[in-house]
């Protein structure tokens, strides 16, 4: 379950990088809080944070969930579960 946890932790960055956007802060702000080094990843996810809508990243986020727990349930393998969030 390796991918969806790395898919979780990228969410979390734009989630957060959208509240840190969302109270006026700028990108560099965004890259040092949630400690991003590198100036291409940074601007990626600033880029991600700005394109979906609070609403949007909450209906990513309950759809990562409910796939990682139907894989950890073993109602699906993972193979099946990542089909499933990226159709």
Do not use: N, P
């Not at 400690?35 to 809508?53: C, E, G, N, P, Y």
């Not at 949007?56 to 986020?61: E, R």
Request: no cysteine; hydrophobic share 45%; aromatic share 4%.
């Amino acid at each position: 379950s390796y991918i969806l946890a790395m898919i979780a932790r990228q969410l979390r960055h734009v989630v957060l990088a959208r509240e840190i956007l969302e109270r006026g802060f700028g990108e560099r702000e965004v890259g040092q809080r949630l400690q991003i080094a590198s100036q291409f990843v940074m601007k990626k996810t600033v880029h991600q944070a700005r394109m979906h809508s609070r609403r949007g990243l909450a209906k990513m986020y309950e759809e990562l969930l409910e796939a990682d727990l139907a894989v950890k349930l073993g109602r699906v393998d993972e193979d099946q579960a990542l089909q499933q969030l990226v159709r």
